[in-house]
């Protein structure tokens, strides 16, 4: 099924063109340069991945980036964290007032105070530049070691610093480490890409289970000469946003139980249009006929 997924792998424009949308939406700058070199940009940019985790109150990244602005007290993100030891523990404080009590504090404590505290440690404001520093494995690692971070959000976030900021050479044998296997990217894998080899049913959770699916993906991908990181990005966005493909191509309900079929049928650059569109005016995508 390697042309399946080789034309999942192309849907990872779609993703790209949704992540601007959500960057504009969130008031982040849409250079990559500019987050990767700005302090405060990058460590805003951070919080779009550190809360991805199902169950968890949708307004929590929203919440961190406030937290952050508000304890600044207008000086620069880079003075502030570095000359105020107590400035991790003042924007955790200020999250959990915005959560008003409901902070889900075991999840999400390490990755907001936690964080902060190590880039103080470190004497590195920049999160960017802390993690480009690291080769991919440590910069893994260093995710990994905060409560509220396993193995799914450590790959999503070295995906994407990696796809958008281009922080490290990466080798073949680690590109796995780049692959968040969710309900998704495992559902389209197992079921519609590769449904002769050894799958579970549901996406894994132990590090060691994800790491093996990781890497059976990106082994899969490689084999059929297709880019894993752009699979995974593509995967995603068609197994997230599935139904609302199809009610954009315009297919029936019945049509839309064979999943291959209409994902063969799919116009991409249609698609990629459509996002430009509803960003111009500031709709939800696929909202446009």
Not at 250 to 273: G, N, P, W
Request: charged letters at 30%; aromatic letters at 12%; hydrophobic letters at 40%.
């Amino acid at each position: 099924m390697s042309e399946l997924a080789s034309k999942l792998s192309e849907f990872s424009s779609c993703y790209e063109e949704l992540h601007f949308s959500y960057l504009e939406k969130v008031g982040l700058p849409t250079n990559f340069e500019k987050i990767k070199d700005e302090p405060l940009s990058a460590i805003l940019y951070l919080t779009i991945f550190v809360h991805e985790r199902g169950g968890v109150n949708p307004e929590f990244p929203k919440y961190h980036r406030v937290a952050i602005k508000r304890c600044l007290n207008g000086e620069k993100f880079s003075r502030k964290l570095l000359d105020d030891r107590d400035f991790p523990r003042k924007v955790w404080a200020e999250f959990e007032r915005l959560a008003e009590g409901k902070s889900n504090e075991m999840l999400t404590e390490g990755v907001i105070c936690g964080i902060l505290k190590e880039m103080q440690k470190r004497g590195e404001p920049n999160i960017a530049a802390l993690l480009g520093k690291m080769s991919l494995g440590e910069a893994r690692k260093f995710l990994l070691s905060f409560q509220g971070i396993g193995p799914k959000l450590s790959a999503f976030v070295l995906r994407d610093f990696w796809c958008f900021l281009r922080l490290w050479k990466v080798r073949e044998g680690e590109i796995y480490m780049m692959q968040p296997v969710d309900r998704w990217v495992m559902k389209i894998s197992s079921e519609l890409c590769w449904p002769n080899d050894d799958w579970e049913k549901k996406a894994p959770s132990t590090l060691a289970k994800h790491d093996r699916y990781a890497k059976k993906i990106a082994e899969h991908c490689l084999e059929g000469q297709i880019d894993p990181v752009r699979f995974n990005q593509g995967a995603w966005f068609v197994g997230s946003y599935y139904q609302e493909l199809c009610r954009f191509h315009d297919i029936e309900e019945e049509q839309s139980l064979d999943r291959k079929t209409c994902i063969e049928m799919f116009d991409i650059d249609r698609v990629v249009e459509g996002i430009k569109g509803c960003r111009a005016l500031g709709k939800k995508i696929f909202c446009l006929r």
